[in-house]
């Protein structure tokens, strides 16, 4: 078992923190009078941390800047309080762990249900669809898919990054969406479902994930267009390769340009009918219960997380009852 889950860490100074962590993000910086330092994102099951080993020497900047996403490292250093967050400074940086001697549990966060299980809920609403061509549409995405989506993120960081994030995020959007329609008759229950299931499909194309589900870069056709764009170029050609309905095509297109609704966001287009307007709902509420849970897995009741960036820095309250 690790000594130390990031999630146990405190504030001390005085007491020395030596374990393995997966890095998640490396960056040499630029500091103050032309010194560099080394800007890490580290993570393990329980959670994430910023990490600093400052004043590299010339050898450290060589040897430093050949730490990648995905490595898993040993570091010794010191938990404080920067910027009402936790950081760890680093003293020194060891070698790579050994993989025979890895627990991937210890280090890889994954979703808390099984993808097969995920999976299976997915395909069983996509097949109870009464609508033929919406269901044979999003079999079609999801039955060539299913190696990749067994452990593809919904993300490179905040939400849903993890292992099997992206079918856990399609759950319980898909799960509310049930719900919405017994609230809101006048929604069209497969639509809605078809633009769930598929609205994210080509993050699998927007992101490069390794099989642990950890992100180090996004794809240069990811950089270039994004999944919302990707994701209409897909659903067209699908949708004229299987001869579905042109005005069907259209509106499921419409739901994936337009469910992050601002422009900002890259949505160039807003919402113009009501499932459209549902999905992007359904989209933003999983995502900030997903941020809100993560960051106070970790806080005892009664007190508050760290400040949540993708909350507009919020500290959260954890109750006591």
Sequence with gaps: MKPYYIKNLVVDETQLIEDYYLVKNSDI????????????????????????????????IERFSRIKTGMVIKFGGRCKEYRGSKQLVIDRIGGLINPDNMVRADYFKAAPESSESMYDFITGRIKAMQDEELMELCLSFYEENKARLMYYPAAMSNHHAEYGGLLYHVKRMMMMAERACEVYTNLDRDLLIAGVAIHDIEKLNEIASDENGVVPDYTLQGKMLGHLVMGVAAIHDRCEELGIDEEKALLLEHMAISHHYEP?????????????????????????????????????PGGFSDKVFTLDNRKLYKKTF
């Design 29 to 60: 910086r630029e500091g103050n009078q032309g010194k560099r330092h080394l800007h890490l994102t580290l993570s393990d099951a329980t959670g994430e941390i910023q990490a600093v080993k400052w004043n590299l020497t010339g050898d450290e």
């Design 264 to 300: 900002e966001f890259g949505s160039p287009k807003k919402p113009l009918f009501p499932e459209a307007e549902m999905l992007h709902y359904l989209d933003m509420v999983d995502a900030k219960m997903f941020d809100m849970e993560d960051a106070l897995a970790n806080v005892e």
